[in-house]
């Protein structure tokens, strides 16, 4: 049976969707035909959720995945796995006119697409960062953060384009348009996310916890999954009493928002969004063609990961890039939080040891800590070793500490830098392999209580204040820890909660 013709039926169209202005059903669907052009290039054969708003703004919403029943025959869908459940999601696909005319009369006045476009759901054709305000910050501040990400980006040879996401944040999107994965895109992203976190922990969070976010932006990384999706650009949304467009901005433009204190410069009405494509066009088009690659020292995951140290190290591009990120910046960075520990002058040791401490300061890290010339080679992981083959971690190098500090398990008092519980999570000897290069890469094979096997640390960001280390597991993997063993002391067998709760040890820093 042939499919019917592309005859869409409106209905309700003098509807009132946006009460304050007098903005319509039908105003929603002439936008959307008038923007087909601009939008629909954005949004060809990427599975898309609908928003639906039957009664408009502050009449509620709901997220429609699946097709309705009803959904014509001419409209195309792309079947995408349930990530969580067995079966498929039958997404539809935005890929003319009638069928955005369709989703309009549905009430669909939002359109979040995927990173990706069917049939290949793992391969993101982007890389999104999604600056999102806290309470005492607005899209001025967005706007900040998305300077410092322009810089990092502009240090490594990547170009990226922010558009206001026509609520209260900004997105900056990186353009790829090359064989990556999410196994590839996430923890790059995340990577970016951390290290602006800890340049500037007084304007940026990578963390979703509201309650981290007072007068901060959160750089929402995890948006770069195959199961996200993100605001469509050119598409209306129903967070105000008025409508506001999801729309590309230039960084001149962003940049005299900032200097002029108006954040109402950064806000275009559907009205207001045609006229201005009429005046210069789609500036988001390159994210639609603009081809780059992600620096080998942060790409993760597939057959292009290069996890071996001196290879990374002689691949000195992404190091340079960062280097030159950090002389660039515009903002100064804060000074380094490290302070050395007050202790005992101590006799020497053994010469190769190494410490991993579990430590539950204002965030819960692993400080991993090997003995070199005397004293304690410092790095904060925050999220450990990790066990399984090609797996990244960001390793931030903080101040060295005294030997004396190897074995502390007890309390910092709080008020002092790195207030809180600490425990000895493991401990043991190290052997540097052949290739290491101390201040590039380290090629290690440790002996702990814990950990056993090869590790390799190169550094990516060559700040010489404030150094950030990638930490990968080369070798064989091994096998994860079981919950008493991630919550056990190598030296007493407590647990955190135990050692806080004993408090028979204290650490006094020098102020």
Known sequence: MAP??????????????????????????????????????????????????????????????????????????????????????????INDEQTLAWCANLAAIELHPFLHRAPKLETPTHVAFDLDPGEGAGVLTCAQVAFLLKGIFDGLGLEAFPKV????????????????????????????????????????????????????????????????????????????????????????????????????????????????????????????????????ALRVGGKEEDIDGQKAAKSAKPEKALEAYSKSATSPKPPSRARRARGKKSKGGDGNRFVIQKHAASHLHYDFRLEMNGTLKSWAVPKGLPYETGVKRSAFQVEDHPLDYMKFEGTIPKGQYGGGTVMVWDIGTYELLPGTEPEKNLKLRLAGKKLKGEWHMFRIKSDDAKPVWLIAKSGEGMKPLTTRQEDSSVLTRRSMARIAKDNDAEWQSNR
């Open 165 to 296: 996401s026509g609520s209260k944040g900004i997105q900056i999107y990186v353009p790829l348009n090359t064989p990556v994965t999410y196994e590839m895109t996430s923890p790059f992203a995340e990577t970016v996310a951390q290290m602006l976190e800890q340049d500037h922990p007084d304007l940026v969070v990578s963390k979703m916890a509201k309650l981290l976010r007072k007068k901060k932006v959160l750089i929402d990384w995890s948006q770069n999954s195959a199961s996200k999706t993100t605001v469509s650009v050119y598409s209306v949304r129903a967070k105000r009493p008025e409508p506001y467009v999801s729309m590309p901005v230039t960084w001149d433009e962003l940049r005299a928002a900032i200097k002029a204190k108006k954040p109402e410069k950064l806000f275009f009405t559907p009205d207001a969004a045609l006229k201005r494509l009429k005046k210069l066009g789609d500036l988001f088009e390159p994210v639609l063609t603009l081809k780059q690659k992600l620096p080998k």
């Open 4 to 93: 019917r013709a592309k005859e869409v039926k409106f209905s309700n169209l003098d509807k009132t969707f946006f009460p304050e202005t007098g903005f319509t059903k039908g105003d929603l669907i002439r936008y959307y035909v008038d923007v087909a052009p601009f939008i629909l290039p954005h949004l060809k054969n990427r599975p898309v959720t609908l928003i639906r708003f039957p009664d408009g703004f502050g009449g509620g919403s709901f997220y429609e995945k699946n097709a309705p029943k009803f959904t014509p025959d001419w409209v195309k869908r792309a079947k995408v796995p349930r990530r969580r459940h067995e079966g498929e999601i039958d997404y539809v696909l």
